[in-house]
């Protein structure tokens, strides 16, 4: 498929922008701050351009559109599509992958998120503390628990340490419940202070080694994928149930790395459309049929149903 001179600059365009954003939220990680934000910017504004470069390249599917090799008939579609709808479906073995993975995905960072806030957070200056800072042993001497007369329960931990040159240090600060329920009074820690500053300092054994804005921004970009996920599984179940069964032709078939990128066309009503897709399959060829479920209602709607994550039942 040849595409046009703008669709390579946006896409070139929105790759660039995306690969540096990625880049600026890896070195960011630790501290987030504008960095990271602007690193999320970047991705967001090379997604934009991504978006657009694709939409032209469109263009170019054209040349694709040759007439089908004789009509789509209903006799070219799997027996069981056949049925009136709507159909009964059942999940494919893929499906059941792809929606045990996301619960494990979810299940693993609630358990992050767990251990996030059973820790104490990091300072902005850790990243300084671990270059300069140096090694003592705190103990933790006091552990209270205030009752405010709203109800509410305020928790501190004190304790002490000694720096290098022998100066005491001790310390009082509040803390969560969390944190409160898992420290004990003589219990001992690390910490890393800086010798200029002693009051400067942290605790490595229970403080997170990931800041509150990066679980945050994970989270956020869990929920937006988990969205999208369940958004393409509801839509392949519904177009497996109730859509619209045509036999297509593959076209445009092109290897990236292990996966095979093609192009299916399939006519409806005399107009040919495209749905676009990957599969492993290394013996996928241009010409080959297959089968496309679509919404007669919106024309976008399709899902090539040896992909689908549904199959319906004969």
């Known amino acids: 498929m040849r595409v046009s001179p703008p669709a390579k600059i946006w ?17 960011s990680l630790r501290d987030g701050g504008l960095t990271m934000w602007a690193g999320v910017g970047l991705v967001a504004a090379g997604s934009v351009a991504l978006r ?25 579609v799997e027996p069981e599509l056949l049925r ?4 009964r479906v059942r999940m494919t073995a893929r499906g059941k992958t792809v929606v045990a993975s996301w619960m494990l995905a979810v299940a693993a960072f609630a358990g992050f998120a767990n251990e996030h806030y059973s820790r104490l957070q990091a300072p902005h200056s850790k990243q ?8 003592a042993m705190a103990t933790v001497h006091s552990l209270q628990a205030r009752e405010l007369e709203n109800g509410r329960t305020l928790y501190f931990v004190g ?5 290098h040159d022998g100066s005491p240090v001790r310390i ?14 003589q219990a001992t820690t690390r910490v890393v202070y800086m010798p200029s500053n002693p009051d400067n300092h942290y605790l490595p054994e229970i403080t997170s080694p990931a800041s509150t804005r990066f679980v945050f921004f994970i989270g956020g970009l869990l929920l937006a994928a988990a969205g999208f996920s369940e958004a393409q599984r509801r839509l392949h179940r519904r177009l ?31 107009e040919i459309r495209s749905v676009r ?3 492993r399959n290394r013996n996928l060829r241009s010409g080959q049929p297959a089968t496309v479920l679509y919404d007669p209602s919106a024309s976008g709607r399709a899902v090539i149903y040896r992909l689908a994550l549904y199959r319906a039942q004969a």
């Open 52 to 76: 657009i470069g694709l939409s032209k390249s469109g263009e170019g599917v054209e040349a694709l559109k040759r007439p089908l090799a004789g009509p789509s008939t209903r006799a070219a």
């Open 84 to 87: 009136p709808a709507p159909r």
């Open 172 to 185: 009082s600060r509040s803390i969560s419940e969390r944190v409160y329920n898992r420290l004990s009074e």
């Open 11 to 27: 896409l070139a365009l929105g790759a660039s922008l995306a690969v540096s954003g990625g880049f600026a939220i890896v070195i």
């Open 159 to 163: 304790y002490s340490f000694a720096t």
């Open 128 to 135: 300084r503390l671990e270059r300069e800072g140096l090694d």
């Open 277 to 279: 897709a990957r599969e």
């Open 240 to 270: 497996v149930a109730t859509g619209s069964a045509v036999a297509g032709l593959t076209a445009d078939v092109r290897r990236r790395g292990g996966v095979r990128s093609f192009v299916v066309n399939y006519e409806v009503a005399g």
